[in-house]
C-alpha cells in the first residue's frame, strides 16, 4: 500500500481530511526509518504503517493515534534532536512516544544522546496505567509483531510470546476485547506452529 492509498483509507476512517501533521509524521517515520529493514528483509517503515493500519481497522482511531502509531519506535531506533518531536506535533504525541520507547534519554550538550533501557515491569506497568491512545498504539505494534514473527528463531518466538501473555494480555483485558482475542490467537498459533 502506497501514502496515496494509505490517505485514502485514512480519511474514508475518520470522515474528514487527515491534518497536515499526519502526513508529516508518515513522511517522518519514513525518513527516520530508511536505513532499516525488519528481520524478514522488508523496509521497516512497512511495520509503523502495519501498526497505523490495524488501528484503523480496530477503530474508532484518531489522527494523533495514527500519528503516534507511525512514530512509535521513532526514539527507541533513531537519534531524534531534543524538541523536534514536540515543535511538530505537540507534546502529546512526543510524551507518548516517549512512553511507549524502550529506551529513554537523556540529551547531553552539543546533540549528544544518551540512552538506556527501561526495565520491562516498570515499562509495561506504566504502559497499563496511561492513556487508552498509548494502550492502543502497544496493542497495535505487538499484534503486528506477532503476526511477522514467523522469520524468528524457535526460542525468541516462545520468549515472545511469554512475554505477551505476562505483559500484554493484561493490557488487552483493560483496553479492548477484540486486541485481547487477536493477540490470544496469534500466541496460540505460535505455539502451536512450534509444538508441530
Known amino acids: 500500500m502506497g501514502r ?32 532499516q529493514t525488519r528481520d524478514n528483509g522488508q523496509r521497516y517503515f512497512e511495520h509503523c504503517r502495519e501498526v497505523s493500519l490495524i488501528l484503523l481497522d480496530l477503530g474508532p482511531t484518531t489522527s494523533e493515534e495514527l500519528a503516534v502509531a507511525l ?14 518531536i514536540e515543535k511538530l506535533f505537540g507534546w502529546e504525541i512526543d510524551d507518548a512516544l516517549r512512553v511507549l520507547s524502550k529506551e529513554k534519554m537523556t540529551y547531553r550538550k552539543r546533540g549528544l544522546i544518551e540512552k538506556r533501557k527501561v526495565d520491562l515491569e516498570n515499562y509495561f506497568r506504566q504502559i497499563i496505567s496511561d492513556t487508552l491512545l ?3 498504539v502497544k496493542l497495535a505494534d505487538r499484534l503486528h509483531n506477532l503476526r ?3 522469520v524468528q528463531p ?31 490467537d496469534e500466541c496460540n498459533r505460535i505455539e502451536n506452529d512450534q509444538a508441530a
Open 134 to 136: 498509548i494502550r492502543r
Open 154 to 184: 524457535k526460542e525468541r518466538k516462545l520468549k515472545k510470546v511469554r512475554e505477551t501473555r505476562k505483559y500484554i494480555l493484561p493490557i488487552a483485558a483493560t483496553t479492548d476485547a477484540r486486541f485481547y482475542r487477536l493477540i490470544d
Open 148 to 150: 511477522s514473527i514467523d
Open 4 to 35: 496515496d492509498m494509505f490517505f485514502e483509507r485514512v480519511e474514508d476512517e475518520l470522515g474528514f481530511e487527515s491534518p497536515d501533521w499526519l502526513l508529516w509524521a508518515y513522511s517522518l517515520a519514513k525518513y527516520f526509518h530508511r536505513p
Open 71 to 84: 512514530l512509535h519506535d521513532i526514539y527507541e531506533d533513531q537519534f531524534v534532536p531534543a524538541g523536534m
